[in-house]
């Protein structure tokens, strides 16, 4: 069947320090990709999404690009803040429709000063 | 534009209670709605989606139900609570399902915990 998988957290790093999050995907069909960012206490937001292959999303100095030959759609920031502490999410859009979306299991980032 | 609220924010419950949250969506019109639970640590489990009023779509077989009474209204309910519905009640919307692919807008999120 579909589904995500992401890099175990938490994921920790000093502020300034490059990021990726890694994400792979099991999909029939060519689905869309996502990237949804949860800070504490607080519902999802849409980072950025990818709707073909070799699309690049980009948001907030955020970016990841869909990679249809390595199933992959890894999350990549050059420089993270403080303010990046978060859950972070990689999402692809279930084939069967409804816009119905399957969830990796998140990666927990924390930057320090 | 458009906003999506949830309530109540956080509750806590005794085991064998009954349940009701609410969500609405406000600046849009025919949204796709979901139900999802995030347990403690977890991921998002979809719980129920709704393509219209009184069409409910249920994900996985649990105690809990849901209703939607009105085009951007959902409604997610128990009759008696377990001590493993606890969790973080996320509601969201997409766009029509003839647009395909569209991305879901949540909204803050409902605390539930059963003591």
């Known amino acids: 069947g579909n589904s995500v998988t992401q890099m175990e957290g938490p994921v920790t790093l000093s502020e300034e320090a490059f990021l990726t999050i890694n994400c792979t995907y099991t999909?029939?069909?060519?689905?869309?990709l996502f990237w949804y960012v949860q800070y504490p206490g607080e519902g999802l937001q849409l980072l950025l999404k990818?709707?073909?292959?070799?699309d690049k999303g980009s948001n907030k100095g955020f970016e990841a690009t869909y990679r249809k030959e390595t199933t992959s759609f890894h999350l990549e920031k050059g420089s993270v803040q403080v303010s990046d502490s978060a859950v972070y999410f990689c999402?692809?859009?279930?084939?069967?429709?409804?816009?119905?979306?399957?969830f990796g299991a998140g990666t927990r980032l924390a930057v320090h000063p | 534009s458009q906003t999506i609220h949830q309530w109540p924010a956080t509750l806590v419950q005794p085991v064998g209670s009954p349940l009701s949250l609410e969500c609405t969506v406000e600046?849009?019109?025919?949204?796709?709605l979901y139900w999802y639970r995030q347990a403690a640590g977890r991921g998002l489990q979809l719980l129920f989606y709704?393509?219209?009023?009184?069409?409910i779509s249920s994900e996985v077989p649990q105690n809990l139900s849901a209703s939607r009474p009105q085009d951007r209204q959902f409604i997610l309910s128990s009759k008696k609570l377990l001590l493993s519905d606890s969790g973080f009640y996320l509601c969201?919307?997409?766009?029509?399902?003839?647009?395909?692919?569209?991305?879901?807008?949540f909204g803050p999120g409902t605390r539930l915990t059963v003591l």
């Open positions: 969201a919307w997409s766009k029509l399902a003839g647009i395909k692919n569209n991305e879901q807008f």
């Open positions: 999909a029939t069909g060519y689905p869309s």
């Open positions: 990818a709707t073909k292959a070799d």
């Open positions: 999402a692809l859009s279930d084939p069967g429709g409804y816009n119905k979306l399957i």
């Open positions: 600046g849009t019109s025919n949204p796709n």
């Open positions: 709704s393509v219209g009023i009184g069409q």
